[in-house]
């Protein structure tokens, strides 16, 4: 398909781990980012993966990238309430994908949830 | 101070109005963007920038025209606003090695 798929919601328990996941659609893209959205708030960059790593840690944050599937996840360990907000993940294409330099391509957000 | 500033951030205004959005940023980045963001649509890009002298059409450019009046401003104007151009807008820049994008907190805008 030609849009960043992710599922809209996921709730966890506070304490588990969430993973959030994403399909991309450029096999070549050279860049792979998770956004953070907090209520009432603009986007903030997570992290990001280069397309050459399978796995990239960052303290509770976990990203996996599987090139082959063009799949792409984010673990949060010991999920905490101030975890819950929209999480987006977005790629940035390769220019024989119609892409230009810097442009990103979003997901439509998965809302995280975490009760207490 | 925030890098990335959007004023208003809430307007709102009557069908066939014509309203700008104004984004400034003090990040020194040449690559500066407008998104706009619907419930369930995530954001799309609207119009970029890659500096003062270049302006693309992103995915949703039709009703909306851009103006970069310097490196560090990029406004947003709506001609004549139309109820279906409710939405929340962002401004972003980008100018690092990974081209992280850098969002500014947005403008609810409303057209009645």
């Known amino acids: 398909g030609e849009d960043v798929e992710q599922s809209l919601f996921l709730s966890v328990r506070e304490g588990d781990s969430s993973v959030i996941n994403c399909t991309y659609t450029?096999?070549?893209?050279?860049?792979l980012y998770w956004y953070k959205q907090e209520p009432g708030a603009g986007l903030q960059l997570l992290t990001y993966i280069f397309s050459n790593m399978d796995m990239k840690q960052d303290q509770r944050l976990t990203v996996l990238l599987n090139k082959k599937d063009k799949h792409l996840s984010l673990r949060i360990a010991d999920t905490q309430t101030g975890d819950s907000a929209i999480y987006f993940c977005?790629?940035?294409?390769?220019?024989?994908?119609?892409?230009?330099?810097?442009?990103?391509?979003f997901g439509k957000g998965t809302k995280l949830s975490v009760k207490p | 101070d925030a890098d990335v500033t959007q004023t208003p951030r809430n307007r709102i205004t009557k069908t066939g109005k014509r309203i700008m959005l104004e984004c400034s940023q003090t990040k020194g980045h040449d690559r500066m963007y407008w998104y706009r963001q619907d419930p369930g649509l995530g954001l799309r890009l609207i119009y970029y920038?890659?500096?003062?002298?270049?302006?693309n059409k992103g995915e949703i450019s039709d009703g909306y025209s851009v103006s970069r009046q310097a490196q560090a401003k990029f406004s947003l104007s709506l001609e004549s606003a139309i109820p279906n151009q409710t939405a929340l807008y962002f401004c972003?820049?980008?100018?690092?090695?990974?081209?992280?994008?850098?969002f500014g907190p947005g403008t609810r805008l409303l057209v009645l």
């Open positions: 977005a790629e940035r294409r390769s220019s024989s994908y119609g892409g230009s330099q810097g442009n990103l391509i």
């Open positions: 920038s890659f500096d003062v002298k270049d302006i």
């Open positions: 972003a820049t980008s100018g690092d090695r990974v081209e992280t994008q850098y």
């Open positions: 450029d096999s070549s893209s050279t860049y």
